[in-house]
């Protein structure tokens, strides 16, 4: 393949990606009713409390990374309850006002890396 064709074959690509994109994106906006906004992950590390006054406000933030979503922040709904207090409420889950004992036998860790090490990673 000739590197004009590939040089095409790779603008096609990120046209379509960009078509697919602006696509969802108005289907989202379709399907709630509004919009959202969309920042990279250190645009939001550098202006956190503006983007969070503005979820405060109901707007909808999507976090990307390299033009890719990772997450999406949305406002809490007043009378939306912590699942934490469904599960209390079902008898699923209890609390005596302790600290948590845990469990009697952990499950057993497959693999030959060990945990602090997977928490050093994934600290980086």
């Known amino acids: 393949m000739s590197p004009q064709v590939n040089g095409f074959a790779e603008g096609l690509k990120i046209f379509l990606f960009c078509l697919i994109e602006m696509w969802l994106h108005l289907c989202y906006n379709v399907a709630t009713g509004g919009d959202f906004m969309q920042a990279g992950i250190r645009e939001v590390k550098n202006r956190f409390s503006e983007y969070l006054r503005r979820v405060k406000q109901g707007e909808i933030l999507l976090i990307t990374e390299r033009n890719v979503p990772v997450a999406k922040l949305i406002p809490v709904q007043r009378d939306e309850q912590l699942p934490v207090l469904t599960l209390i409420e079902q008898g699923t889950a209890s609390w005596r006002g302790g600290k948590p004992q845990g ?5 057993a860790v497959r693999g030959a890396t060990s945990i602090g090490s ?7």
């Open 118 to 124: 997977l928490v050093a990673e994934d600290r980086r």
């Open 103 to 107: 469990i009697a036998a952990p499950p």
